[in-house]
């Protein structure tokens, strides 16, 4: 069943666990995430990245796969674009029927990574959309891996406040 990736992490923080969240690159893949998560009775995200869509060629085959699968699924599946810097892929990702995206503005300085996440998050929500956004750098991208590329919880409360994004990615 097709799931709120929000709801889902919600859930999982009121009952002290994780949630898994995997990248599909093929259909195998997302087939397999979700076999395993109706084997032990838990829900699951599948991301779709924006290199898995530069490696299709576009997004809308492997999306519409993986949504049709999260729908026949017996746990709560949320179809993810993850780590998505081109809006015109949101929109695009939305449009399909993706229940959350994660819009990386990062890469912007912080006040435009601000700016473009709150224009993300209102596209978004108004299509019923859950945003997940970076601040910063997470440690581990790119070699950064410095204890001084943390994320301070103020700057990510902030974050959160300004843009009103459902999820955030932090380093941590």
Avoid at 38 to 59: D, F, T
Avoid at 128 to 147: F, I, R, S, T
């Amino acid at each position: 069943m097709l799931a709120s990736t929000r709801e889902l992490a919600l859930r999982a923080r009121a009952a002290g666990t994780g949630l898994g969240a995997f990248n599909v690159i093929h259909l195998e893949h997302a087939t397999a995430f979700v076999d395993a998560a109706s084997r032990i009775g838990l829900p699951v995200v599948l991301q779709i990245s924006e290199n898995a869509v530069k490696y299709h060629g576009a997004l809308e085959p492997i999306c519409l796969a993986s949504l049709a699968i999260a729908r026949t699924a017996s746990v709560p599946v949320a179809v993810h674009l993850d780590h998505a810097e081109d809006v015109a892929l949101v929109r695009e990702a939305v449009a399909l029927g993706v229940t959350s995206v994660m819009y990386d503005g990062s890469q912007l300085p912080d006040a435009e990574n601000r700016a473009a996440t709150s224009e993300v998050v209102a596209l978004c929500h108004a299509a019923g959309v859950d945003v997940e956004a970076e601040l910063g750098e997470v440690g581990g991208k790119n070699g950064v891996h410095d204890p001084s590329a943390r994320t301070s919880p103020a700057d990510a409360a902030a974050f959160v406040a300004d843009t009103g994004v459902d999820l955030l990615a932090v380093a941590v």
